[in-house]
């Protein structure tokens, strides 16, 4: 793990994909991005992290019967006290909150309406890695309880646009002002609600076209945000969802 500067309160920190398959998934996004895989061995169980541009973003691990998907971890003040108001605004803990002594003490929260998501506090001082993981977007039956409930457990406020023919568009914001994610109502009803990363490719049209040759299955293909970028939304070969993103 890196060391740095004191990470910001409510700021992505860590992404983990869990997976049916942790060998597909490895092979799939390093060739697509370039990605190098560094083993850490925390104790019986090797945890292998996802490393690029000399530092570590991420890691993946194997899903526990589920489905595939990505997990951000957000820096918390303090993890109990994010489960214990979570809780009370009507969300779930999976499983039980844990640690490690060189890493932290985290908690996998699953909000209201379905989506999963992380409070870790780490035990080391940590800028957020950035290059790769770019932006986190939660789509979600509803909006404004999302908004009261990510407000009330990890401190943003929001702030919505509107994109026209695309809907309102929220900004989730930290404490110091700056944004934190996204917020977007589902276009589809059904399933549970859910958080996105979007993964940094110096072109989007190229790596969309790779990730379908490795077995990837396109959602929305690629587009552009005016002022923002160009991005699409695709399904790895083991089922997680997640996003191509250029920015403009």
């Excluded at 779930?92 to 985290?106: A, N």
């Amino acid at each position: 793990m890196s060391t740095g500067v004191q990470t910001q309160v409510g700021q992505f920190i860590w992404h983990d994909l869990l997976t049916t398959d942790v060998e597909r998934a490895q092979s799939f996004y390093t060739e697509l991005l370039g990605w190098e895989v560094e083993t850490w061995k925390p104790g019986e169980v090797d945890y292998p992290m996802i490393k690029a541009n000399g530092a570590q973003h991420g890691g993946f691990g194997p899903v526990e019967g589920g489905a595939s998907h990505w997990i951000g971890h957000l820096f918390a003040e303090d993890v109990d006290e994010a489960v214990a108001t979570a809780q009370r605004e009507g969300g779930t803990i999976r499983g039980e909150p844990g640690g490690h002594p060189e890493v932290g003490r985290w908690a996998t929260i699953v909000d209201p309406q379905g989506a999963e998501i992380s409070a870790f506090r780490p035990n080391y001082d940590s800028p957020a890695p950035a290059g790769v993981f770019l932006w986190d977007e939660l789509l979600t039956d509803d909006v404004a309880k999302a908004k009261g409930f990510y407000g009330s457990v990890f401190g943003w406020t929001t702030e919505d646009m509107d994109m026209g023919e695309m809907g309102t568009y929220t900004l989730f914001k930290r404490a110091d002002g700056e944004n934190a994610a996204g917020l977007m109502q589902k276009r589809e009803s059904g399933g549970p609600a859910a958080w996105i990363p979007y993964l940094g490719a110096d072109d989007v049209d190229a790596a969309v076209a790779k990730a379908r040759e490795l077995g990837a299955q396109t959602f929305f293909e690629p587009m552009d945000v005016e002022t923002v970028g160009r991005f699409a939304v695709l399904a790895d070969p083991t089922g997680a969802t997640f996003g191509l993103y250029k920015q403009a």
